[in-house]
């Protein structure tokens, strides 16, 4: 299981952080990524990262505001929002799968329960 923090509420324009980690020692190993699902909509591809941190991969929305990064010996990745704005309201979920395709695809062997993000005009 991956384990979500962060979030909150945020005014357009304005940053926020969320994080992903696992207590399993493989998971140093996973392909990361990241999702959302607005209300009334279908989940999303966000950015994605490599198991060694050296590749990422973003969303067209959210290029160049989203940045996607693993700390702490890379048992934790981190999404770091700027410049939000109101259409980035949604749940968020991390996940993970061994196979870089796979997670860019949205088809992870791991989940985390979501985190609520909203962003007020």
């Known amino acids: 299981e991956l384990v979500q923090s962060g979030g909150g509420s945020v005014q357009a324009g304005g940053s926020l952080r969320l994080f992903c980690a696992a207590s399993i020692p493989g998971f140093i190993v996973y392909n990361i990524g990241w999702f959302r699902q607005a209300p009334g909509k279908e989940r999303e591809f966000v950015a994605a990262i490599d198991w060694y941190g050296h590749n990422d991969y973003y969303e067209a929305s959210v290029k160049g505001r989203f940045f996607i990064s693993r700390v702490n010996d890379k048992y934790v990745v981190d999404l770091q929002m700027n410049s939000v704005k109101p259409e980035d309201t949604a749940v968020y979920y991390c996940?993970?799968?061994?196979?870089?395709?796979?997670?860019?695809?949205?088809?992870?062997?791991?989940w985390g329960r979501g985190t609520q993000v909203t962003v007020s005009s």
């Open positions: 996940a993970g799968d061994l196979n870089w395709g796979r997670v860019v695809a949205g088809i992870n062997e791991g």
